[in-house]
T-cell receptor, first 115, second 114 residues
């Protein structure tokens, strides 16, 4: 089946640090990747959608200068949380699709903790 | 505003019995519904889906029922097995393709007791 790998699984860092999270599709080419965020006791919320080779589309309320998304190849998308602050602490998870008629396949997520 | 709601945060069921997980939605434009299962420290795994043109979809022990007029869907697992213990997320989309925003519920933690 389709496998999506996300790295790192957990990050703890100081306020002001920039953090990069990678999302890779291991056995298929991902035409579209999605980045979600989940706060405690809340549902997964879409942050942005990225298509290979083009700029990401951000959901309302998500700062594109804060959350930089790069989808440089058909197997890799990165999310960089720039100058992270404690309020950015959350669970970030990516998903990917290769075929528009298939459901999204998710990575295992990244737990980000900003001190 | 939460457009997809799972009002039961947890459910416990005896092994062999039926598990019924419920989901309600508010947006009448949703056309495609999915259930994902999530184990600890792993990402959600797709389980089963249903298009709004159907009212039932079955895959082995898993059956999803859709009641569009009530904006309600449910996942039935029968017979329930201990390995089914996980968090189940209901999700909805405006179109039946993968390349669309999924709106998720907050999940229901299912515990199947041996």
């Amino acid at each position: 089946g389709a496998v999506v790998s996300q790295h790192p699984s957990r990050v703890i860092c100081k306020s002001g640090t920039s953090v990069k999270i990678e999302c890779r599709s291991l056995d298929f080419q991902a035409t579209t990747m999605f980045w979600y965020r989940q706060f405690p006791k809340q549902s997964l919320m879409l942050m942005a959608t990225s298509n290979e080779g083009s700029k990401a589309t951000y959901e309302q309320g998500v700062e594109k200068d804060k959350f930089l998304i790069n989808h440089a190849s058909l197997t890799l998308s990165t999310l960089t949380v720039t100058s992270a602050h404690p309020e950015d602490s959350s669970f970030y998870i990516c998903s990917a699709i290769g075929d528009l008629n298939q459901p999204q396949h998710f990575g295992d997520g990244t737990r980000l903790s900003i001190l | 505003d939460q457009q997809v709601k799972q009002n039961s945060p947890s459910l416990s069921v005896q092994e062999g019995r039926i598990s019924i997980l419920n989901c309600d939605y508010t947006n009448s434009m949703f056309d495609y519904f999915l259930w994902y299962k999530k184990y600890p420290a792993e990402g959600p795994t797709f389980l089963i889906s249903i298009s709004s043109i159907k009212d039932k979809n079955e895959d082995g022990r898993f059956t999803v029922f859709l009641n569009k007029s009530a904006k309600h869907l449910s996942l039935h697992i029968v017979p329930s097995q201990p390995g089914d213990s996980a968090v189940y997320f209901c999700a909805a989309s405006g179109r039946p393709t993968g390349a669309n925003n999924l709106f998720f519920g907050t999940g229901t933690r299912l515990t199947v007791i041996p």
